[in-house]
């Protein structure tokens, strides 16, 4: 990072990219447990991500203030603005993935028997890519690292064919064995929500790499315009 003549404003932007750091590392083990509360049907571990999502929503608001202070005393302009700015977009979408993972752990609750369900075994793959994701795009924001936002976005296109596979799956699962089409739909919900992380994911490293470059990125629509014509 570039020095500037005042250093407090050095400093603030230090402060935002520590408290997207914490975001984002409480957001990852917010993925982690939600899955293995599912998994392991741990109440006690669902609640504890429930409760700790508001951390995440304290931090959101605190990344706000700063970014409105620092704007008002400090008028940032072309690279400096676009870090601010970043910061503030990112903790919302990061708050978001902590919602997502919440949503996860509150699924605990409302199984009979998910241990019966075979294509709960896909899951925890599916969140592994999700959890890669979020942890790879919060260090390409650390490090500015414009690269490695792009192998982000690209990965979103694995996630989003893992989701596919697991909704054919447990749609015929539901039809062979349907007495567990309750608990297949929680799974499909649980699906859902890992893919909503990846594409929050992938938002985040567009941010990135337009704070880093000063342009948009085009991979997704790359990707988008491929799908199309395949």
């Known amino acids: 990072m570039v020095e500037h003549t005042v250093k407090a404003f050095d ?7 520590g408290l997207i750091a914490e975001m984002g590392g409480l957001a990852e083990v917010a993925i982690r447990n939600a899955i293995d509360a599912l998994a392991q049907q741990d109440e006690d571990l669902a609640r504890q991500v429930v409760e700790n999502d508001a951390r995440l929503d304290a ?12 704007i008002a005393l400090r008028a940032p302009m072309a690279d400096d603005l676009r870090d ?3 910061a503030l977009k990112i903790s919302g979408v990061v708050e978001r993935i ?3 993972s919440k949503n996860i752990a509150k699924r605990v609750y409302r199984f ?4 019966k369900i075979e294509p709960l075994t896909l899951i925890p793959a599916m969140a592994e890519i999700a959890q890669g994701m979020v942890r790879d795009v919060l260090n390409a924001y650390g490090s500015r690292d414009a690269q490695l936002a792009v192998e982000v976005i690209r990965r979103d296109e694995k ?10 799956n447990l749609v015929s699962y539901m039809v062979e064995n349907p007495s567990t089409i309750s608990d297949a739909a929680q799974l499909l919900f649980v699906a859902r929500n890992l893919e909503r992380i990846g594409d929050h ?8 790499y337009f704070a880093a470059t000063g342009e948009y990125c085009t991979e997704r629509d790359e990707q988008e315009s491929d799908d199309t014509w395949a």
Do not use: K, W
């Not at 400093?11 to 990219?17: A, F, G, P, V």
């Not at 931090?59 to 620092?70: F, G, I, P, S, W």
């Not at 009979?112 to 241990?115: I, K, N, Q, V, Y």
């Open 11 to 17: 400093n603030e932007i230090s402060q935002l990219r």
């Open 59 to 70: 931090l959101e608001a605190e990344v706000d203030r700063l970014v409105v202070r620092t």
């Open 84 to 86: 601010v700015i970043a």
């Open 98 to 100: 902590g919602d997502y």
């Open 112 to 115: 009979d028997a998910p241990r």
């Open 159 to 168: 996630l989003d064919n893992f989701y596919n596979s697991i909704f054919r």
């Open 201 to 208: 994911a992938t938002n985040v490293a567009e941010m990135v």
